[in-house]
């Protein structure tokens, strides 16, 4: 257990991130890019997963439960790479650990707006991302400028979590999910949960001809990260090539090796 009054950070310490298991590699991958001298440790609870279709009190529990375990480890800075954990626990994870810099995602839904051609957005999320008070306000904030549909998505984060990321079984997910949703004027698709952006190849190749463009919020999210860290002084200044460490609560090897094939898979 860590003692939260004497909370040891320092510059030499790993970044730690967090998911209800695979879909955070999808930031983490934005992230080991933009800070490649810098060491990572990634925490998914997939034992747990999904949290999406979960209660909020059961998501706060299990995100502060795996971020205890980072802290175990040593990090000097969090970023939960999980648009529901974020939702769910952000708020009371930065009221414990104060001294912490701490990043949450959302929906990209800003980005989408301010590029919008005056069509349809879509957003892909979790039931749970999607009944979020959290969610309300940010939709609430962008209902006057842009046409935005949200789409829930229960069980599309299990495909990724199998490494099923290509088959056609998705084909039928989306017809059932998807396309009920599209129209001839949607223009963009936010991907509202860290495990889509996976499956962006799969989901361009299903739009087909549709010139719909397709965001996510890993980057901005990286972006963010890196400057609370820099702000604190906390990055490493020195040229050398990081580590990325991955753990797994199922503490099943074939999840550590799926892990380690998403995180390279290139970011298109
Ligand atoms: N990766 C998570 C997110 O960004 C959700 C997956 C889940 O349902 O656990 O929302």
Do not use: W
């Not at 890019?33 to 998501?59: C, H």
């Amino acid at each position: 257990m860590n003692d939260l009054d004497n909370l040891e950070i320092n510059k030499d310490l790993p970044i730690g991130f967090v998911d209800s298991g695979l879909g955070g590699l999808s930031v983490l991958r934005e992230a080991v890019r933009i800070m490649p001298d810098e060491d990572f440790v990634y925490y998914g609870d997939s034992a747990n997963a999904p949290y999406g279709t979960k209660p909020q009190e059961l998501i706060r529990e299990l995100t502060f439960h795996a971020v205890e375990k980072l802290l175990d480890y040593g990090i000097k800075g969090l970023a939960v790479a999980c648009n529901t954990a974020t939702s769910a626990a952000v708020r009371p994870l930065r009221t414990k650990y104060p001294k912490l810099p701490i990043v949450g995602i959302e929906p990209a839904i800003k980005p989408a707006v301010v590029n919008t051609r005056g069509g349809r957005i879509l957003v892909m999320a979790t039931p749970m991302t999607i009944r979020q008070k959290k969610y309300h306000k940010l939709l609430d904030t962008y209902k006057n400028e842009a046409d935005i549909v949200s789409v829930p998505c229960e069980g599309l984060m299990e495909f990724v979590e199998q490494g099923n990321i290509d088959g056609e079984e998705l084909d039928t997910y989306f017809d059932t999910h998807l396309k009920p949703y599209l129209t001839d004027d949607t223009e963009t698709i936010v991907l509202g949960c860290t495990h889509y952006p996976f499956l962006k190849q799969h989901i361009k190749r299903f739009l087909g001809e549709r010139k719909i463009s397709l965001i996510d919020g890993s980057l901005g999210t990286s972006l963010e990260l890196k400057r609370r860290l820099n702000e604190k002084n906390l990055l490493r200044n020195e040229s050398r090539k990081g580590k990325v460490e991955i753990q797994n609560s199922t503490g099943r090897e074939e999840m550590i090796t799926l892990s380690y094939q998403l995180l390279n898979m290139p970011v298109d």
